[in-house]
């Protein structure tokens, strides 16, 4: 069974940095790409970043590129998510995402960890 | 940046009946575009991909059609485990990938 767990959410506040986390089980993670969606409360998904199996290709969305970077470790079977200086419009749950194959929509999800950036 | 725009925001549909969903893509997706279903609390859940291919374990009500830019996801009848909000995805170019606002069925 897939399984995705994310975690290192909380409160922060604006400027701080936070590290979140995703454990992955039940495939063969270092085979998918891996991405993170976020959604704001009472809101829409919002796509934030993605990175392929090997870490050769990344992409984010132009609302936190420069501030975020996403990584993996194929050993660990994670996912990461680096959030710096963050802002009060970054509070959100964050969900960790497995693409399907070769084409990026998401066959599983996490429960996601919810970021919430306040003074 | 592709642009997902989906209508209607809000459906009021009575179980049984037929509940139908619009989504179209500021350019072409081809047959990219993926369909999600998202109830309170809870994660998204994959419908449909490649515009009609129903994921795993997703009931024969759901069907999913079109091409290009105009998308429609047809719930044949709806049940009462169906009322939730319903998101549409492109992933023809990446990155980004992007969705649409969503459609919330509820129960009229």
């Known amino acids: 069974e897939v399984q995705l767990v994310e975690s290192g959410g909380g409160l922060v506040q604006p400027g701080r940095s936070l590290r979140l986390s995703c454990a992955a089980s039940g495939f063969t993670f270092d085979d998918y790409a891996m991405h993170w969606v976020r959604q704001a409360p009472g809101k829409g998904l919002e796509w934030v970043s993605g990175i392929s199996w090997n870490s050769g290709s990344i992409g984010y969305a132009d609302s936190v590129k420069g501030r975020f970077t996403i990584s993996r470790d194929n050993a660990k079977n994670s996912l990461y998510l680096q959030m710096n200086s963050l802002r009060a419009e970054d509070t959100a749950l964050y969900y960790c995402?497995?693409?399907?194959?070769?084409?990026?929509?998401?066959?599983?999800w996490g429960q996601g960890t919810l970021v919430t950036v306040s003074s | 940046e592709i642009v997902m725009t989906q209508s209607p925001a809000t459906l009021s549909v009575s179980p049984g009946e037929r509940a139908t969903l619009s989504c179209r893509a500021s350019q072409s997706v081809s047959s990219n575009l993926a369909w999600y279903q998202q109830k309170p609390g809870q994660a998204p859940r994959l419908l449909i991909y490649g515009a009609s291919t129903r994921a795993t374990g997703i009931p024969a009500r759901f069907s999913g059609s079109g091409s290009g830019t105009e998308f429609t996801l047809t719930i044949s009848s709806l049940q009462s485990e169906d009322f939730a909000v319903y998101y549409c995805q492109q992933y023809n170019n990446w990155p980004p990938v992007t969705f649409g606002g969503g459609t919330k069925v509820e129960i009229k």
């Open positions: 995402a497995k693409v399907a194959a070769e084409f990026y929509y998401f066959d599983y």
